[in-house]
């Protein structure tokens, strides 16, 4: 079955550390995203990447670092930078930027 | 102001009856997603559409580019049809989201 995989669903963490969320794809799709989700507010970009070793910052990236070093996957780290770190992240991928995006399940980090 | 606003956050309807989520945006666009996202969080493109009109079952997705303005439509809701729909237009190459429409459909 092709989809977008993201592990784990629920991540607890201490405040200070770093993450790493994970997020794969096996669509063959070029472009990757990552948003993140907090209560009562639209999904915001954090970063995105075109093509394999290429990515932009979106509109959230600080306190954020991604990798794109395999066409498949695209992992985001949430480093100690990030002052409210705790949310909803989803991980999405289209064929090229500006298809139709499809998203992985999500991993709820909670920092404590 | 937000860039893009969905009306209404909350919606509760009975089984059967005639939805209509609207969304209104301020920038221009290439194109604009509905999109379905579950309980659990899962998300899911229901459309994408540039003009016109697209239907895919019981759900109808309308939009007017001069007025920005679109709208989704569920004929027949069921109980299953109960999710967040949210908006997101494309702008400059990116997606913004509405903050979503909660949909309850009781049975």
């Known amino acids: 079955d092709g989809g977008i995989t993201q592990s784990p669903k629920y991540l607890f963490r201490k405040e200070g550390q770093n993450v790493t969320l994970s997020c794969e794809q096996n669509?063959?799709?070029?472009?990757m995203y990552w948003y993140r989700q907090d209560p009562g507010q639209g999904l915001r970009l954090i970063y995105y990447?075109?093509?394999?070793?290429?990515?932009q910052k979106g509109d959230i990236a600080e306190g954020y670092s991604v990798s794109r070093e395999k066409k498949e996957s695209f992992p985001l780290t949430v480093t100690s930078a990030q002052k409210n770190p705790t949310a909803f992240y989803l991980c999405?991928?289209?064929?090229?930027?500006?298809?139709?995006?499809?998203f992985g399940p999500g991993t709820r980090l909670t920092v404590l | 102001k937000n860039e893009v606003e969905q009306s209404p956050q909350n919606l509760t309807a009975q089984e059967g009856e005639f939805i209509t989520i609207n969304c209104s945006y301020s920038?221009?666009?290439?194109?604009l997603h509905w999109l379905q996202q579950h309980p659990g969080g899962g998300i899911v493109s229901l459309f994408m559409?540039?003009?016109g009109k697209k239907k895919h079952g019981r759900l109808i997705a309308t939009i007017n580019i001069q007025e920005k303005h679109s709208s989704l439509h569920i004929t027949a809701s069921h109980p299953r049809d109960s999710a967040v729909y949210i908006c997101?237009?494309?702008?400059?190459?990116?997606?913004?989201f509405g903050k979503g429409t909660k949909l309850s459909v009781k049975p």
């Open positions: 999405a991928s289209s064929i090229s930027n500006g298809n139709e995006q499809f």
């Open positions: 669509l063959n799709h070029d472009a």
């Open positions: 990447s075109q093509i394999v070793n290429d990515f």
């Open positions: 920038v221009g666009i290439s194109a």
């Open positions: 559409l540039s003009s």
């Open positions: 997101a237009p494309r702008s400059q190459g990116n997606l913004i």
